[in-house]
């Protein structure tokens, strides 16, 4: 099976958000720097970057409006509507099933963004996590969010300015509540993981100076998504977004941490007698399946069923013979210095 690999960045805000400075321009060109394929822009309550006819190609890098629905709690990335759903920031009991489904309603996608958030007393940032597991109807969540990640490790001032000098070094991967969370809801039904970045370049003041955290240029390496295609992007920017969204929406897609090692080339298939499966897809067992990872760089790969390890092994290739039914994932570590730091979380692939 042979898939066009794009790399992008989910969930992050430019000036048109309230708490964001940069401009769309400044960010696209970043992206370009940085040799990001796709932005997909969630600003607060709003789609003005489409509005002002920003949405779609800019030479290499592909736009994509989406934008964050964000009430105090449980807050929701969607993608693919027309309308603006807007919400009191501040409201505590806003319903998230209501805009879960309204965003159905519009032919949208949406995300639960940043489910385990819970900020920083050092440097006073509120905690905003998912609350209300009873809703249905969403398409994924956000497995690894570079901002919780990131202010997880905010506790004292010297980690603090270790972290803002060097964020790559402090990153630890999804958390482990989430990635649980993940596996069992897979479980009862497919829930497409997301990277996400939520970066706004927030000014911070210390005496007379002040910097952004963070620079765009600075973190779109960090937690990126790639989402995989059967043929390349045609440069039709309509066509274009609906393809990148369509195979969003079916799982066919992974999250890498591109800071110290490229993922472009990884690969995860399960093949039967007749064909070959990829992350998102649903297969009927019949005998014995065999699982294949690939990676470009050697890494310690681990395959996950159900949300257990049942195999690993360091190298560049895996092969696993699957017998039995279950939600199928792989993790891939790289040793960076002497240690091994997280890379590649795949979506699964269904056995059933």
């Known amino acids: 099976m042979d898939l066009y690999d794009y790399a992008g960045v989910i969930h992050l805000h430019s000036a048109y958000s309230f708490d964001g400075r940069t401009s769309v321009d400044e960010i696209v060109r970043a992206a370009d720097e940085t040799g990001t394929d796709f932005l997909m822009i969630t600003d607060h309550f709003t789609l003005e970057a489409r509005k002002k006819g920003q949405e779609g190609w800019h030479d290499g890098v592909l736009l994509v409006v989406g934008q964050e629905i964000s009430p105090r709690f449980n807050h929701y990335l969607a993608f693919g509507v027309d309308e603006e759903i ?16 309204k965003v159905r309603q519009h032919g949208g996608i949406g995300f639960i963004a940043h489910p385990d958030h819970e900020g ?5 940032v509120k905690q905003f996590p998912w609350k209300d597991w009873s809703v249905s109807g969403y398409t994924g969540m956000g497995v690894w ?20 000098l060097c ?57 990126r998504t790639h989402i995989l295609l059967d043929s390349p992007l045609s440069g039709q920017a309509g066509d274009d977004m609906n393809r990148l969204l369509h195979a969003l929406a079916h799982g066919r897609t992974y999250i890498a941490m591109e800071h110290f090692r490229n993922a472009k080339g990884f690969s995860f298939m399960v093949a039967d007698a007749d064909r070959d499966f990829t992350m998102g897809d649903e297969l009927v067992l019949q005998g014995e399946g065999l699982l294949q990872v690939t990676v470009p760089h050697a890494g310690r790969i681990h395959i996950i069923r159900n949300g257990h390890c049942c195999a690993q092994r360091v190298g560049t290739e895996m092969r696993y013979a699957i017998k039995k039914k279950g939600v199928y994932r792989v993790e891939v570590y790289a040793t960076v210095w002497g240690h091994y730091r997280p890379w590649i979380f795949s979506n699964p692939v269904y056995v059933i």
Not at 87 to 101: N, R
Not at 172 to 201: A, C, F, M, S, Y
């Open 86 to 101: 807007i919400l009191d920031e501040s409201d505590e009991h806003a319903s998230p099933q209501e805009y879960i489904d």
């Open 120 to 124: 920083t007393k050092l440097f006073h």
């Open 145 to 164: 969010d570079f901002m919780t990640d990131w202010q997880s490790t905010l506790q004292s001032l010297p980690r603090a300015l270790a972290g803002y």
């Open 167 to 223: 964020p790559a070094y402090v990153l630890r991967g999804p958390r482990e509540i989430t990635l649980k969370r993940w596996d069992r809801l897979n479980q009862q039904g497919k829930v497409v993981g997301i990277g996400e970045l939520d970066n706004h370049d927030t000014p911070y003041t210390i005496g007379k100076m002040t910097i952004g955290i963070f620079p765009f240029r600075r973190v779109l390496r960090l937690v």
